[in-house]
């Protein structure tokens, strides 16, 4: 058993929304997440909080002061704490495109303030510890490729505004690079957006081993692509060269950690574009070491603990609901964080 007690171990409850709705399967409340995610035990370890989904119909994003005060209650009598959030930037939840029109860029900001609002009340209400608030461009690829450079200009822009809201609270906010978002879908063009932003202080980079993964193949921007174009998953030492690569650019901007697995595909379904599949723990398909690939993202260059993590949070969006109603799958999935908590820990 671990003697580790960093970085605190938590589930991610927006796999309940995520990718479900009336094209897919029915969400699953947030109530039954919270359950699922204190339920979990792994010799005798448990999860140590939860990440949350500011939208409905988990956590609005217009809850009062008496929602989330109940809020609070609800998840401490569980046992459990709240670590980073995800503002609901889009435009079905009310956002708007940061590279889009003034009244986009609007919507965009409002809803970054809200959420800023939400993590802050709910650090006050001594639920909430730690963690940042999630962001990302809320545009697609296609539209961001019309005019990349400008693109990018717009997006670091708005999310230097959002740097601003996210001071005014005492709050940070990362960036979650995942291949569906423009700007935002490779790795080169990551690092770009956020040294444009040059607010390093108060942005960074939320890695997501399944969506970065997806970077070292280079879906959605061929000319970034790190692996070997031929390359069958059949050399170790080619994968962790190419992991080296990926992670010199993006571990100093990380301030965020989701483990996950992936399978090398890309998956969306119900309103969600494709992105980065999320796989179980234990899927025989995976192509990640979920421990060992973990510290290329929790060590530095040399091998040393970087500490900069108080969470990390696991991320299964768009399984099946027959799948995440499973006791086992929590189970599976505490087991692989634990193992990183084991070997990375402090």
Known sequence: MSENTYPKLH???????????PDSEPPIDLDTMLDLTAAAEVNGRKFDGVDLF??????SIDSTDDD????????QSKGLVVGSVVAPVWPPTGGGSAMGSD????????????????????????????????????????SWAEDPAGSTKKIAETFLESCKIAEDHGERLAAEGEICWGGMHSWKRMVELLEAVGRPETIGFQADMAHTLLYLMGYNAPEDRILPAEWNWDNDDTL?????????ALRPWTIDFHVAQNDATVKGSGSHDKTGRHCLANDPN????????????LRDENGELTKKFQHICWDGCMFSNDIMMAPDTWNNILA??????ERHGY
């Open 336 to 341: 692989a964080m634990v193992a990183v908590q």
């Open 11 to 21: 589930n991610a409850a927006w796999p309940g929304v995520v990718g479900k709705g």
């Open 54 to 59: 500011l939208s409905d119909p988990h956590v």
């Open 286 to 297: 995976g192509k990640l070491d979920i421990p060992r690939h973990a510290g290329f993202w």
């Open 103 to 142: 009244e986009d860029k609007s919507k965009f900001l409002t809803q970054v303030k809200k959420a800023a609002g939400i993590a802050s009340k709910l650090k006050d209400l001594g639920v909430r510890p730690y963690g940042v608030i999630r962001i990302d461009s809320a545009t697609d690829v296609a």
């Open 240 to 248: 962790d060269e190419a992991l080296k690569t990926l992670t010199a």
């Open 68 to 75: 989330l005060k109940k809020l609070a209650d609800k998840i």
